[in-house]
Each structure stands twice: as C-alpha cells, then as structure tokens.
C-alpha cells in the first residue's frame, strides 16, 4: 500500500472533548493531507509525564489505521491509553480515513464468562461517552455494569461513544461485575453490535423491544458475528420492554431465544407511552411490572426492574425495591454508585427468611436420608414446592454472602 | 541572586542547604535525632510607665502605628491566617510599609492565600524581600521560577511556633488581625462581622515579637472577652472598616465530596478505625476540612453510633460535622485549631467545650510534649507517597509549590497515621518510587488509604495484626502501585527539577528536611 490518504473523501475532523473541567478524555483534531507525513502536537495536562508516551502511542495508532500524512493536533486532559486511542480513531475514521481498520489496545484477560442465572441484583449505568466514569466503576461491586451506548449519548456520538465501549471491553478491568453494554435501539443498534460483539461483552441490553422479531433480529446477527469472529462463550440478551406493545408481547420476547436470559422495564418510556405521570408509587405501572413478571417467570428468565432516578432519594430506593423483591423481581437498574449497597440490601432475602429456609432445607435432607416420603418441620408438613422455594433462597442467600 | 549554595546531604538522604537567608542550618538528622540546647527567645522588657494607664492604645492608622513601632529596612514583619482567603490585613500592613518607603522587608505570614497575590508587586520593588511561610498558587510560581531574592522557607505551625520560639525567626512587628478587640489590645476571632474562630496561631507573635499592633472592625469597650490575644502584650491598636471579606473567611457550609471514588476511600478509613479497634470509647482522632476527610466524619460518626462509642476529644479545624458530634455527645471536647464553616465559628464563641488552642499546645515540638501525640488517630491528604510511606503533601510532582504544610507535619505523631488519597489523579500516580519533596518520613505514616486498596506500613505490625479477618481490602504498597501503573501505561516520567534552591523545608525540630529546586 502506497499513500492511503489518496482517499477522495477525506477532510478534517475532530472528536473527544477538553477543557478545564473535562477530566480523563482528551480533543483530537485532524486535517489529512496528501504528503508531509505526520505532523503531531500536543497539549497535556500530563504532558510532564506521559507527553512522550501519548506521542508515541499516538503515531502507532495512526499506523494501524493506516494513516500516513496528517496534521494531528491533541488536548488531553489526562486520558487514559485506551480513550486516547479511541478518540483519535473516532476522529481519523470521521474524516473519512482507516475504513474498516481499527487500532485495539491491549486486551486484558476476559473474566469468567457469567451463567445465565447469576446474581443480577445491581447493574451501574455508564453513559458511553463518559470515560471519567469507567475505571473505578467495578470498585463500587454492582453485579454488572451497563456500557451505555443508548440514551445517555448524544445522537452526534454515537460513533465515538461505540469505538470507546468497545476500546473499555478490551481494556478495562470491571473486576466480578457482568460486562452489559446497553445497544441503541434496532436497526441503529446492529452496527453497535457488530462493534461490540467481537470483544465479548457478557450481555447485551436491547431497548425498546415491542416484539419477539426484534430480539430473533439481533440474536440472529449476534450468533453470526459471534462466529466469524471466534467468540465461543455466552452472551446473553436482556431485552427492555418499554411501550404497552411490549408488555403485552413479554411471553413471546422471553421466549424468542435460549439467549435471552432476563427481562426489563423501562417506566420512563412505558409511562410517556400511556401518557401517564410516573409517580413514586408507581400504581400506574403495576399492571405492566407484574405481567412482566408473569411472563418472565413463564419463560424460566429472570424478571428485572426499572432503574430509580432520584439518586438524593435513597430511602425511597429502599422501599421501592424492598416492594419490588416482594413482587417477584431480581434486581434494578442504579444510576449512581451510591445506590448499589441500597439495593443489595433491597434484594437480599431477611435474616429470619433465611433462617428459616434454612431449617426448611435442613428438614428436607434429613427426610431424605431417613428415606422419608414427607417432609416435616416441626408439627407442620411441609410441601415440595415449599422446599423448592426455600433451596433457591438459601442458594441465593449464598451468593450475596448472607449465608 | 547568583551566588553558589553549599549542599549537604541529610539523613534523609536529601540534598539541602548548609545556609538559608544568611543562617546556618542543620541538616535533618533522623526523626527525634536533634537535640536543642540553650534557652527560649524573649521580647525586650516593657514597662507600664511607657503605655497609657487609661489603656487606650488606639492610634489613627496603620500606617502611623507602624511608624511608632519603629519600622525600618530589613525587618521582619507577621501576619495569621485564620481569616484566610479573606484576609485584608497582611496586605493592607505591607503596603502601608511600603507608602512608609522601607525596603528589603521579610514578610513571615502563619501561611498566604491565593488573595495575597499584591506582595508579588511587593517583592518586584523591593518592599519585600522574601517570605518565610507557605506560598501557593501566583507566589507559590514565583518562588519557584527563582524570582525571590532570598529563600523560601515552609514551616509547619508547630514548626513556626518552634521557629520564633527558639529565635531562628525574630519578629520585629507583628500585626494581628482581630475580629473582636478592646482599645487595651485584648482580642479574640469567635465574635465580631469578621469572626473566625480561633486566632491560636497568632499567640506566639503576640508573645515573642518586639512590637504588636492590633487591627480590628470591631471595637468593644473593655474588656474584650474572651481575651485569646493579652492587650499587655499588644503596643497598638488601630480600628479599620474591614479586616476581611467574611465569605471567604468562612465556607457557609464545608460540603462533603460527591465523588464516589472519594467516599470509598473515606468509607474504608472510617471502617479501618472500627477494625483495627481505634475506635473505641475515649479515643481521639483529627481529620482536616476536605472533602474526603468530612465524608471520612460523617461514616465514623454513624460507625460510634452504631457501636455505643464515644470519644474523649476531637481534635480541629473546626466543620459543621465535628460541632455535630459534640452536640450529639458523640465527643466531650472540641479542641480546635482553626475553624473553618460558620457552625464551627457558632460553637467555638458559645459552646464551653469547644475550645480554642495554639500551636504551642497542640504542635510545637520544642516544648514539654504536645498533644498531637495523645491523638490516637489522624487523617490526612497528600499529592504524593513512595513506597517506603515517605509523603509529600507541599508540591506538585512538576515541582510546583501547591500547598503549604501546615499542620500536617505536627500531626504525624498520631497514634496512627492515615493518609487519604485517591490512587491516581488524572493519569498521574499518588504512589511512586520516590516523593518530589520529602515534607514527611515514612516511618511516622502507617497507612495509606485509596480506593484501591488499604496498605498498612510494614513498620506497623501491631496495625496488620489488628485489622486481620477484616473485610477491608489490604494490599501491600506495592500492589496497589503496580496496579495503578498498569491502569495508567506506565510509571509516568519524572521531570528534571533544577539545581538551584528556592525554598527549604523545615522539619519540626527546626532541621532542614528538603529543597524546593528552581523549575528548569
């Protein structure tokens, strides 16, 4: 290959942010030109100490994307590696530069891949342009963090929003937390897909599904892309219902794929859709919390429930997710870190509920190896759904370290 | 300014000055290595005949007090800091110097705030020669760009206390900001449009300087009480509309951070005290008025409450949330240093257990014992740690100047020393090989809490036995360096510092523990 720049299209562009109260991202600026090689300047708030560093790393992403005559201009704010090289590809590709080329940073070992049915209690929201946020947000222990790609980013980043998600996939370490990335809605949200995929994010969040087609779409992609490039461990898909269309469709969409392995709500949305106010009781949306529940439970899948958007409020979080628990969901979305430990302690089964599972279980074996038909406890027999009931809160119990 | 300075190397393996401003230093020998000898400084003897006997010691202006006090080229001149950022009485003295036509002045300030920024024009003609006491921001640069005439010399507040004490620093006149005075000079900071609490760290000028001229915008006929400053210490009171801006005197309110990172890292320390068993009934401890350090508060505070414990003192600057704990009988006393938010300004000037202190009390490590020692635990910032605990806590790793050292040297006497630091800051990793500038020596700091991970000093075996079986997430140093350096893409270059001495930092026995180098 001789001077790739030779490309008609290209023209400058920018991508990133800087500015004073801009922290850990930085501006790309580029104007290709059809000779004179690489021209670089930078201005880092880190200059003193990784000026030499971001230079160098710079030059090798330009090289992988195959860029050869550019003046590149850079602010950073102390971004880390693997935002620099996002933006500076975000910025190379919207000049019209590196097409189907990337520049991958390091990719850090991939955790466990998650079981269907793990612990999904708190899932942190992460708006996908923010890299600020990224690094410490397995610090706060949610179950999982949702790489947001959706509404948290403005419709003029999309781009540069899925180049760094895919980057932090690779990059960053989210510690025991499920890897979600929340994909924009179809058909926008394909090409998120085919970015993400191949990095192997353990979930995949699907907004605003009204049918069962929608999710068989987005599965279809996924399995493909999940072969053509080699990615051979699960990734599970949570779609959110969020119209009446949706809610109405639960069954079918819970039931479209062995991938799906969750449900979820958004009542924002769902509540604009009656044309309803969404108020801190939510007797508005009762009826579509508990058909969705209905129908995840049907579908043998996991029933999720919206997230709760006043983070000053975290006594209202305690008791909207303590009822929520009691009607039969397993986790919520949180949009801040404070509100992790609070729904932890929303979902986890009480000391007494666990003690006296325990003793149900206890029972229950005790029955079994005296080669017992009937299971008692105390005075009162007890029924093998009961049993069921009480092995799964003693399992669960477990994983949250309650017992 | 060019003349070559003679290096020594001290026991902290520290290259440093062997003369600073024309006096002969000693170079830090070791923690509680230096032993002073001969006797205490001592203003010249007054007498009774030479002041007013009806008390009145009111002159017109500042200007026309200062003249009486004899001011002349060469001398050296003090101001507190307790109104901080809002300060007008340093400048207003200084410049009154200036309109008086003396040059060559050393101005020795209990620390400077960024508002301060006119004595720059100051030392630019001359009026000043040079600044003993903290310089941050515009004067923090020109100290280290070389642009002051003589050295820089950063003190703790026990290390002034010690300084003037030991009469390595005389003061020829001491001009006191007061918030609240009589025409006999007795003043106080906890009344008064401009009052700021305590005004602790003005007793040793008041004691030790020649001369000491009173300024206040609130005159009360006598007696000023209480009378933290003695009028029969005081030659001159001058009476002025405003000694200081009070929004910049005192925050409103002191707003604990919002930052997840940060609250982790309070939550962990406030549970290491739990853990390790330093909480528990009578103990002590100290933290500062950062947004970390009040978070760190309010988790302690909710930790003693849930296990029935109670302290016998906490020690200040004075927030909302310390004043909050001796109204909940979380604590007996207050023992406050400075005060930072009105609700502490409210209590120090009602609440009888709040109580006001000095350096000299609390700090300075010349005297019989102080009780920094008797604090069982203390939390303190950093901008830098190596891995041998050793800390930075005045510059930039650039170099720059950015933070005076205030108490934070007197402080590591604690029981137990915490430092509460975020494990990177845009990029740049608190945890390195080796500090920019030594301003405290790793075996007095025990642990460093970040949101990372907690690293107990290898020293401290007491502490890592204490705290096993906890929850908390110990690590060693090392690990959480390491960690970092993977997060950042490796150890961040270290900038090349210039060859020539700006500024000393004073350890607290009066021994020089480091060099500011001019910025290459």
Known sequence: MTSTNAHQSAHPAEAGHHGKDVRSDLHVAIEPRDSGGLEITLESRVGLYYGSSILSQTRQVLEALGVKHARISIHDEGALPFVISARIETAVKRAGLGKDQKALPEKIALPEPSAKDRLRRSRLYLPGSEPKYFINAGLHGPDAIILDLEDSVHHGEKDAARILVRNTLRAVDFGDCERMVRINQLPLGLEDLAEIIPEAPDLILIPKVETPEQVGEADRLMRELKVSNGVDRPIWLMPILESAAGIENAFAIGTVSPNVCALTIGLEDYTADLGVAKTLEGDESQYARMRMINAAKAAGIQAIDSVFSDVADLAGLRQWGENSRALGFEGKGCIHPSQIPVVHEAFAPTQSEIEKALKIVAAFEEAQQRGLGVVSLGSKMIDPPVVERARKLVARAKAMGKA | ?520
């Open chain 2, 1 to 520: 300014m060019t003349e070559r300075i003679e290096l020594a190397q001290n026991a902290a393996g520290r290259s440093v000055p062997a003369m600073v401003n024309g006096r002969p230093q000693i170079p830090f020998l070791g923690v509680g290595q230096y032993q002073p000898r001969g006797r205490k400084a001592a203003p010249p003897i007054c007498s009774s005949r030479d002041y007013p006997e009806n008390g009145d010691k009111r002159v017109a202006n500042l200007e026309t007090a200062l003249r009486k006090c004899g001011l002349r080229n060469g001398m050296v001149i003090s101001n507190h800091h307790h109104l901080r950022d809002g300060d007008r009485v340093a400048l207003m003295a200084l410049e009154a110097a200036a309109r008086i036509g003396v040059k060559d002045l050393m101005w020795f300030p209990s620390a400077s705030f960024p508002s301060q920024k006119g004595a720059i024009e100051l030392m630019q003609s001359g009026v000043i020669h040079h600044i003993e006491g903290s310089m941050n921001g515009p004067l923090g640069d020109y100290c280290t760009q070389g642009k002051m005439r003589g050295m820089g010399v950063l003190r703790s507040h026990g290390g002034r206390w010690q300084a003037i004490q030991d009469g390595e620093v005389h003061i020829d006149i001491a001009v006191i900001a007061a918030p609240t005075a009589d025409a006999f000079g007795n003043a106080d900071g906890s009344h008064g449009k401009s009052a700021c609490g305590s005004l602790g760290f003005a007793l040793a000028d008041s004691t030790y300087a020649d001369r000491v001229i009173v300024v206040t915008d609130n005159l009360v006929p006598f007696p000023c009480i209480p009378w933290q400053i003695q009028g029969n210490n005081v030659d001159f009171v001058v009476e002025v509309d405003s000694i200081g801006d009070p929004a910049k005197i005192v925050s409103g309110t002191t707003q604990i951070t919002r930052s997840p990172d940060r609250l982790r890292i309070a939550e962990f320390v406030a549970r290491f005290l739990r853990d390790a068993g330093i909480m528990r009934n009578g103990f002590s401890f100290q933290a500062g008025a950062g947004g970390i350090a009040l978070a760190f508060v309010d988790y302690l505070r909710r930790m003693m409450k849930e296990d029935g414990v109670k302290a016998r003192f906490v020690r200040g600057g004075s927030t909302k949330f310390l004043v909050e704990l001796l109204q909940e009988g979380l604590t007996d006393y207050i023992l406050d240093g400075q005060t930072f938010d009105l609700d502490g300004v409210k209590s120090i000037g009602s609440d009888p257990r709040h109580v006001a202190t000095s350096p000299f009390t609390s700090y300075n490590y010349h005297g019989k014992g102080n009780f920094a020692s008797l604090v069982d635990a203390v939390v303190l910032g950093a901008t830098e740690v190596d891995v041998n605990f050793n800390a930075n806590v005045v510059t930039h790793s650039d170099g720059r100047l950015l933070h005076g050292i205030g108490g934070w040297q007197n402080c590591l006497a604690a029981g137990c020393t915490i430092l509460a630091v975020p494990s990177f800051r845009d990029r740049i990793p608190v945890i390195i090989d080796e500090v920019t500038t030594l301003t405290g020596p790793g075996e007095l700091i025990d642990v460093v809490a970040t949101e990372r991970g907690i690293a107990i000093n290898p020293r401290r075996q007491d502490l890592l036995d204490a705290v096993k079986g906890s929850s908390l997430p110990i690590r060693p140093i090392q690990d959480i360096k390491a960690e970092v350096e993977r997060i950042c893409g490796g150890k961040p270059a270290k900038p090349k510092l210039g060859d020539r001495p700006v500024a000393v930092v004073k350890w607290v026995d009066g021994t020089v523990l480091d060099t500011i180098w001019q910025l290459s």
